[in-house]
């Protein structure tokens, strides 16, 4: 079974704060995503990565960068957290073999941002 | 400008009868859709998917209708039992672009007693 964990499920931050949120996935897939998910606007793309030390920004990747530095773990990072980013992020991963875009997602972090 | 649609926010059905949960895309592109299920406070769940070269895939009690003129794409749930309570997302991907999956926003179903 595929598995992908994220490093928290909840967080509390305070405005300006710098955030980092962990994905780690154990089946050694290329390609990991960040999503947040909001009420009413569904899943929203942050940032893909399609290998080590690659990232391609989504729809919404303004007040996030992202750091991938080893095939397993994808890292988002909020360099000053703002209120309009408290959310429900989400990480996902997915393989390249087969060409099949099926991805498995972790647990999702709920983060606020005071 | 969104691709996927999910006009239904939220569909109440009775314990045993169907459950018919719809989703319209615009991009004729997109040759490969899936619905995930998500329940609160967890991650989306893959659930099925279908390939643009049929027009159905079934799966237990979950089977996926794809009409591509139409560019509609359902999911019924027969019977449908009380643990498929959740939010629905259907999803599209164009394979010969990229891996990525646009998402539409999501029906609850609720399934009453």
């Known amino acids: 079974d595929v598995k992908v964990t994220q490093s928290s499920r909840y967080l509390v931050k305070r405005t300006g704060e710098k955030v980092f949120l962990e994905c780690v996935q154990d089946m050694d897939h290329e390609n990991m995503f960040w999503y947040r998910q909001d009420p009413g606007l569904g899943l929203r793309l942050i940032y893909f990565s399609y290998d080590v030390k690659m990232k391609e920004k989504g729809d919404i990747p303004e007040g996030y960068s992202v750091s991938r530095e080893k095939k397993e773990r994808f890292s988002l990072i909020l360099e000053s957290a703002s209120t309009n980013q408290t959310s429900m992020y989400l990480c996902a991963s997915s393989s390249l073999a087969g060409g099949a875009d099926t991805q498995y997602f972790g647990p999702g972090t709920r983060l606020t941002v005071l | 400008d969104q691709q996927v649609k999910q006009n239904s926010p939220s569909l109440s059905v009775q314990e045993g009868r169907i459950s018919i949960l719809n989703c319209d895309y615009t991009?004729?592109?997109?040759?490969?859709f899936l619905w995930y299920k998500k329940y609160p406070a967890e991650g989306p769940t893959f659930l099925i998917s279908?390939?643009?070269?049929?027009d159905k895939n079934e799966d237990g009690r979950f089977t996926v209708f794809l009409n591509k003129s139409a560019k509609h794409l359902s999911l019924h749930i027969v019977p449908s039992q009380p643990g498929d309570s959740a939010v629905y997302f259907c999803a599209a991907s164009d394979r010969n672009r990229d891996d990525k999956i646009i998402f539409g926003k999501g029906t609850r179903l609720h399934i009453l007693p």
């Open positions: 991009n004729s592109m997109f040759d490969y």
């Open positions: 279908i390939s643009s070269i049929k």
